[in-house]
């Protein structure tokens, strides 16, 4: 049997971890001195309170090897095979945390560690494409090889409804902040190639909705598109920007999911984004 795990940095709809039998391992976020799991003790709603009340945003920490070893042996049989996908190793140490645990685990079972070079709802289309391989009959060396294929192919591309969260985690100064804020910029941040780079600011945010479009049309306006949006509580603008997606791009499929809070904790509710990749 073929497990399927990936981390708390892959978005994904409520209903595909049962449909597709995805596993995920939730990421550690950080309070103070109070550590939560994702999704067990910690939700969207709770996270965005804590934000609030505290006017602080959290560390986030990748599980430990243990947790993964201990996560492992909770979904796992003896000699089943996992595939283990996850979050760039640019930017987290997650995938590093897999591959000490499946070296621990080596006797016990087949496990693979990939690492996606993205995160987000991109990550969430490489788990569910495994498991439908997996299904329609596809070797694990097929399922691995076309992960491998579509990496450098999909595209994340955000845009920041303020730069607030990023002044709290530290990834932009209070007076950057301030200044955007007074000017009404919207930030646009690309996800590619395992990194996250801000390579726009626009005015408004309809300038920034209509610019997320148009670097996506830029890449894949031709081509059939697996299309999905992203959204740090804020589902009217993530709606609307589907909507004008829908419009531009020859989709094979839809999906519109919330943004992960190991990404929303640094760029903050009202963050959307178009997550885009050929279906060829």
Known sequence: MLHIVTDGAADMPTNWGEEYQIHTIPINIQFGEKTYLQFIDLDFDNFYEKVSETNTVPK????SPHQFAEFYKNIAKEGDTILSIHVTSKLSGTYASAVIAAEELKDTFNII????????LGLGFMCRE???MDRDGKSLEEIIAYIDGIKEKVQIILTLDTLEYARMSGRVGTFSAALASALNIKPIAVLHDGVVDMVDKVRTRKKAIKRVLEMGGE??????????VVHARDTQSAEHLLEEAKKIFNQKDVVLTDLSLSLATNFGPGTIGLVLYPAG
Do not use: H
């Not at 986030?60 to 599980?63: F, I, L, N, S």
């Not at 560690?113 to 987000?120: H, L, T």
């Open 219 to 228: 890449l894949y306006q031709q081509e059939e598109v697996y299309l999905g």
């Open 113 to 120: 560690p990939v690492d996606s070079a993205g995160g987000s």
């Open 130 to 132: 495994a498991r439908k």
């Open 60 to 63: 986030t920490a990748q599980p």
